[in-house]
């Protein structure tokens, strides 16, 4: 039933795009069923031109002669369209939990709009049950995990923190060779100064709290897709 509540709402969000459109193309479960469909409406005539958030997404996007670009070329997209791991009843989301971050931040940010699909289950009252990503440099490693520790825990993280791992004993590497620290939270009390205080430390490079930057998301459930918007106020 949950990749059937993903494609109905990347469904959703395809039949809102007008032709022409410079797009953003998110990673991860719900952001292949968009890719996919997008493909169809391609063959099908739509004209679009795209910039991927991954090499995964890329190579699918490739798959289906969707056409690329990047932001050295594109430097302004009109919309990007991503999956979220969380989304809180202002639409600030968790991302990172397919390792793609760091180019998804970069690629929203580019945007003029951020839509998120995804089915009911990501909807939470707080942010913090799904494991916040952080992404860190290979160096300093040590230091830099020391450094993240000390911070979640002043933040009240009731979990510990964890080297994302590829396999048991390889540590998951990003697509721009970091690894990934992800933060047990339980619940995020202070995001905009969790997100700060992360960033001040050396060794992160970016870490997983998408704050203000969603507009609009479709929410899937088995009563149908319902359309979550920023209040303007």
Same mark, same amino acid.
């Given at each position: 039933?949950?990749?059937?509540?993903?494609?109905?709402?990347?469904?959703?969000?395809?039949?809102?795009?007008?032709?022409?459109?410079?797009?953003?193309?998110?990673?991860?479960?719900?952001?292949?069923?968009?890719?996919? *469909? @997008?493909? !169809? +409406?391609?063959? /099908?005539?739509?004209?679009?031109?795209? =910039?991927?958030?991954?090499?995964?997404?890329?190579?699918?996007?490739?798959?289906?002669?969707?056409?690329?670009?990047?932001?050295?070329?594109?430097?302004?997209?009109?919309?990007?369209?991503?999956?979220?791991?969380?989304?809180?009843?202002?639409?600030?989301?968790?991302?990172?939990?397919?390792?793609? *971050? @760091?180019? !998804? +931040?970069?690629? /929203?940010?580019?945007?003029?709009?951020? =839509?998120?699909?995804?089915?009911?289950?990501?909807?939470?009252?707080?942010?913090?049950?799904?494991?916040?990503?952080?992404?860190?440099?290979?160096?300093?490693?040590?230091?830099?995990?020391?450094?993240?520790?000390?911070?979640?825990?002043?933040?009240?993280?009731?979990?510990?923190?964890?080297?994302?791992?590829?396999?048991?004993?390889?540590?998951?590497?990003?697509?721009?060779g970091h690894l990934i620290l992800d933060a047990f939270f339980g619940r995020i009390s202070r995001p905009e100064a969790l997100s700060r205080d992360l960033l001040d430390i050396a060794g992160v490079v970016q870490h997983g709290l998408?704050?203000?930057?969603?507009?609009?998301?479709?929410?899937?459930?088995?009563?149908?897709?319902?359309?979550?918007?920023?209040?303007?106020?």
């Amino acid at each position: 039933m949950s990749e059937e509540l993903k494609r109905q709402a990347a469904a959703m969000a395809l039949a809102t795009l007008q032709p022409g459109m410079r797009l953003g193309l998110g990673t991860g479960s719900t952001a292949r069923h968009f890719v996919e *469909l @997008l493909g !169809e +409406k391609v063959a /099908a005539g739509f004209d679009c031109i795209c =910039v991927p958030t991954s090499e995964a997404t890329a190579r699918q996007a490739e798959s289906l002669n969707i056409p690329l670009s990047d932001l050295d070329r594109l430097d302004r997209l009109d919309v990007t369209i991503d999956g979220a791991d969380e989304i809180d009843p202002a639409l600030n989301l968790i991302k990172g939990g397919g390792g793609a *971050l @760091l180019r !998804e +931040k970069i690629v /929203a940010a580019a945007s003029d709009a951020m =839509v998120v699909i995804a089915d009911s289950s990501k909807l939470v009252p707080v942010l913090g049950r799904f494991p916040l990503p952080i992404e860190v440099n290979r160096f300093g490693l040590g230091a830099t995990r020391r450094a993240v520790a000390e911070t979640i825990a002043a933040h009240g993280a009731e979990g510990g923190l964890r080297l994302r791992e590829a396999a048991p004993g390889t540590p998951f590497v990003t697509d721009g060779g970091h690894l990934i620290l992800d933060a047990f939270f339980g619940r995020i009390s202070r995001p905009e100064a969790l997100s700060r205080d992360l960033l001040d430390i050396a060794g992160v490079v970016q870490h997983g709290l998408f704050l203000k930057m969603c507009t609009t998301a479709y929410v899937a459930a088995p009563d149908g897709v319902k359309t979550l918007a920023v209040d303007p106020q």
